[in-house]
Structures are given as C-alpha cells and as structure tokens.
C-alpha cells in the first residue's frame, strides 16, 4: 500500500482480555517504531524494530505488552489481561532507515478498556 | 536522557495571521534531528518541517518556518498566514544520532492550535 495501514481502527474490549493490534507498514522500510498516545498526551515510545530484531524495547511498560515483526513486515503488538490504563491510541511507524527518509505514521488504532 | 519540552499547551490564532511554537529541549548528543509533526483529529501524524542540528540555516517549507537556537536548545515553530486548516495539536520531536529512522523519536506533550475565521 501508499502508506502504513493499521488495524483495527477501533477496538472495544473488556478489562482481562487479550488483544492483538496489526502494523502493516510501506513496502521496503526496515525500521517500524511503537507508540502510545493516552488522552491529551503526547507519544510513548514503546518498541522499534529493524527488520525482525527489536534492538530497543525500553518503552514496553509492563510484561503484558509484547510485540513481534515477521518477514520484516508485519508488526504485531499484544497487549494481555487488559486493563482500563491500557486504553490509548496506539500509533505505528515506520521509515526505511536510511539517509534522511523521515518517519511515516499510521493512523492508529484507538483502543478502550471497558 | 533527551527530553522535548511544550511549554504551551493551548493556542489561538485569528485566520491570515502569525503565530509561533515553542519547543526547549535537552540533549548531550552532538548529532541528532528535530521535528514538528502536526496531528489533526484523524490522528494520523504529518511531518510538517525538520531541522539537522549540524544546519545553521533555519528550515523552512512554505508557510512554516522555524527558528533554530542551539545554544539555548530551542526550536520554535513560526506559521505564517494561518489557516483554518492549521487547527491542530502540533508536536515536537527529538531524535538522535546522524540518519533519521534509526533511533526512536522523543515527543513534547503537544501544543493545541485553534485558528478562527
């Protein structure tokens, strides 16, 4: 695609489930980058992938979040046992690491804890 | 540990007017890029304008420019002729090191801009 595809959009679960949200991001780019924007904040940093390694997880708040990338494409970022702190924008990123190519977002997935 | 400061949390501006951004960080790095991204109710992130530390010049893209003090660590961001489609909360960022896209962005807690007719 044009540019990085996020999914769900939307996502209502109940506090204790499990969740899984999907970054697709431009065709090529090796670096793919988490974030979590809470109500009227700015952006956490949560993971930053090159290719399939993870060479900076320090924003992974709690042992519940977790994140994979396969093929150098596809990210997965899950979240288990929810809680109503987890509810955020998560936003994915990605960039083709090189030279001076900036970083392009996605539109995030808005996601609530009920 | 690098830090962006946004020290305005809510901003006006009447349509065709001027206003200015401000953004302070803090950085022991020598290499490194800053940014405003501007982020309108669809959420999606646009990169509105960049600025290489090791650039004296200040970056300017049509109606956005800014004004780059690197001794006091200050990067503001100066719109000119506002327009209704600038509403929105705008963002700085830091990020470290010589090529973009290898290391994480470090973001300010934002600054709200609401331009009137």
């Known amino acids: 695609g044009a540019g990085v595809s996020q999914s769900p959009s939307n996502k209502v679960t109940e506090k204790g489930k499990d969740v899984e949200l999907r970054c697709d991001p431009i065709?090529?780019?090796?670096?793919l980058y988490w974030y979590r924007q809470s109500l009227g904040q700015g952006l956490e940093f949560l993971i930053y992938?090159?290719?399939?390694?993870?060479?900076?997880k320090s924003g992974l708040p709690s042992d519940r979040f977790s994140a994979e990338r396969t093929g150098g494409s596809v990210s997965t970022l899950t979240i288990q046992r929810t809680q109503q702190e987890d509810s955020a924008v998560y936003l994915c990123?990605?960039?083709?690491?090189?030279?001076?190519?900036?970083?392009?977002f996605g539109n995030g997935t808005r996601l609530t804890v009920t | 540990a690098q830090t962006v400061t946004q020290s305005q949390p809510e901003m006006s501006v009447q349509e065709a007017e001027t206003v200015t951004l401000s953004c302070t960080y803090d950085?022991?790095?020598?290499?490194?890029?800053l940014f405003w991204y501007k982020q309108p109710p669809s959420r999606q992130m646009i990169l509105v304008i960049r600025?290489?530390?090791?650039?004296?010049q200040n970056a300017t893209e049509n109606r956005f420019s800014v004004n780059f003090q690197k001794a006091a660590k200050s990067f503001s961001l100066k719109i000119s002729d506002s327009q209704l489609g600038d509403t929105a909360m705008y963002f700085c960022?830091?990020?470290?090191?010589?090529?973009?896209?290898?290391?994480?962005?470090?973001f300010g807690t934002g600054t709200r801009l609401q331009v009137f007719p």
């Open positions: 600025q290489e530390a090791y650039k004296q």
């Open positions: 960022a830091f990020s470290k090191g010589t090529y973009i896209g290898t290391d994480k962005l470090i």
């Open positions: 950085t022991s790095e020598s290499n490194y890029y």
């Open positions: 992938f090159q290719g399939n390694s993870a060479p900076d």
């Open positions: 990123a990605s960039s083709s690491g090189q030279g001076q190519s900036p970083l392009h």
């Open positions: 065709s090529g780019h090796t670096a």
